[in-house]
């Protein structure tokens, strides 16, 4: 069993960054994908990001150029750095991660861009 810890939410202006992160309880196989989802209040969850263990990323088209995922495999993490913030990202956003054929969610954490 892997547990997925995301932290780094909170609330910030529009135009702000932040930086989100996930950290899994243990290390992973060498195949995996991780990924960020984000739910709005009346959403459905959405794919923000992905990251695979080769190295490739995806990015939904409302973030791409203002999002960037990164991934650590020596602490088993993956980062979500968020710049040029709107009032449309606001939503919990979800860890997950697929591995071994198995698949793991975070508690998620809340980003709210607001003045």
């Known amino acids: 069993q892997v547990q997925l810890v995301e932290s780094g939410g909170g609330l910030v202006q529009p135009g702000g960054s932040l930086r989100l992160s996930c950290a899994a309880s243990r290390s992973i196989l060498s195949l995996y994908v991780m990924g960020w989802y984000r739910q709005a209040p009346g959403k459905e969850r959405e794919l923000v990001a992905s990251?695979?263990?080769?190295?490739?990323?995806y990015y939904v088209d409302s973030v791409k150029g203002r999002f960037i995922i990164s991934r650590d495999n020596a602490k088993n993490a993956v980062g979500l750095q968020m710049n040029s913030l709107k009032p449309e990202d606001t939503a919990v956003y979800y860890c997950?991660?697929?591995?071994?054929?198995?698949?793991?969610w975070g508690q998620g954490t809340q980003v709210t861009v607001s003045s």
């Open positions: 990251v695979t263990s080769g190295g490739t990323t």
């Open positions: 997950r991660l697929i591995t071994a054929g198995r698949l793991y």
